[in-house]
């Protein structure tokens, strides 16, 4: 059941959610729009941002939390600066995805669903990536990697945290 009364929990700083709302004139019709910015400014939807864009529109923050829960392209937990989504779709499941997805936890230290202590990765299971000619198939940010290999996994996860590198 969605709260009615979104509690404040870590400090948050609202600068960046101020400026997006700013930006729509904090225009509640605008809701969806200001929440895709924010979401893009934090990585995720704080729930102490949306408490504050709730105060800023003058709605209510159970109606902002409905919203925000109704999409799925919206996260509400913390979410690494990189997004892997594996497969586990029939065609990727029976071209081992199973295993592959094993390797990722494995490597990453993490189960799907979670995000790795140093925040670089996400991982997440979806039902199908739309490539089931590729199966198996993960998706980093938008770039698939299709006929998925254990070593194609090492070299993928090698060149994304290379990319957070200080002399990348
Ligand atoms: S089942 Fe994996 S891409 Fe479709």
């Known amino acids: 059941m969605a709260p009615t009364n979104l509690q404040t929990q870590a400090p948050v700083d609202l600068a ?15 809701l969806v729009m200001i929440l895709q910015d924010i979401q893009e400014a934090y990585n995720y939807l704080p729930q102490p941002v949306l408490e504050h864009v709730a105060v800023r529109l003058a709605l209510t923050p159970s109606h902002v939390y409905r919203v925000a829960t109704f999409y799925a392209s919206f996260s509400l937990t913390r979410r690494g600066r990189h997004l892997i989504l594996i497969c586990d779709g029939t065609a990727c499941h029976l071209r081992g995805a199973e295993n592959l997805q094993e390797e990722l936890t494995r490597r990453l230290g993490v189960a799907p669903g979670q995000t790795t202590a140093d925040g670089l990765f996400t991982l997440e299971t979806v039902a199908c990536l739309g490539a089931c000619a590729l199966a198996p198939v993960m998706m980093i940010d938008g770039t698939y990697f299709g006929k998925l290999t254990s070593e194609k996994i090492v070299a993928a996860l ?11």
């Open 16 to 30: 960046a959610a101020d400026a997006v709302i700013d930006s729509y004139q904090a225009d509640k019709s605008w």
């Open 158 to 168: 090698e060149r994304f945290a290379a990319k957070e590198a200080p002399d990348a």
